[in-house]
């Protein structure tokens, strides 16, 4: 893999609710956008933003079904790089078939049909 893609890749999952431009990016790997651009999906078969997305949905989905977290679901929202609660809703149902809120009560029932006693 490119290193300069790898270091990209780190350093979004680093601060997920930054909002990286592909300009910044491109600039962070010290090459022109139109080429970040290609050498990034080449190499991870998505688009720098679809990736970025990507990140953020998979981590908001392992915070929503944390059993131990309580948090409000547009503070999880805004954690993971989404500014907006109507489009983190809609990106998340569009990705996982449901809403957060639905993900989040889904996730409390197996817990406690797996935990009775709790």
């Known amino acids: 893999m490119d290193g300069r893609i790898s270091h990209?890749?780190?350093?979004?999952?680093?601060d997920l609710s930054r909002p990286w431009t592909i300009k910044e990016m491109a600039e962070e790997a010290r090459i022109s956008e139109p080429h970040f651009?290609?050498?990034f999906r080449e190499e991870t078969g998505i688009t720098p933003s679809a990736y970025r997305t990507d990140l953020r949905l998979k981590r908001a989905s392992e915070l929503l079904t944390d059993p131990d977290d309580f948090r409000l679901i547009k503070e999880i929202a805004v954690e993971c790089g989404f500014m907006n609660e109507s489009n983190f809703t809609r990106e998340f149902k569009k990705?996982?078939?449901m809403?957060?809120?639905?993900c989040r009560h889904q996730a409390w029932e197996i817990h406690q049909s797996n935990h009775?006693?709790?």
């Open 116 to 118: 009775p006693d709790e």
């Open 99 to 102: 809403t957060p809120t639905e």
């Open 95 to 97: 990705r996982h078939g």
């Open 37 to 39: 651009r290609r050498v």
């Open 8 to 14: 990209i890749k780190k350093k979004i999952a680093e």
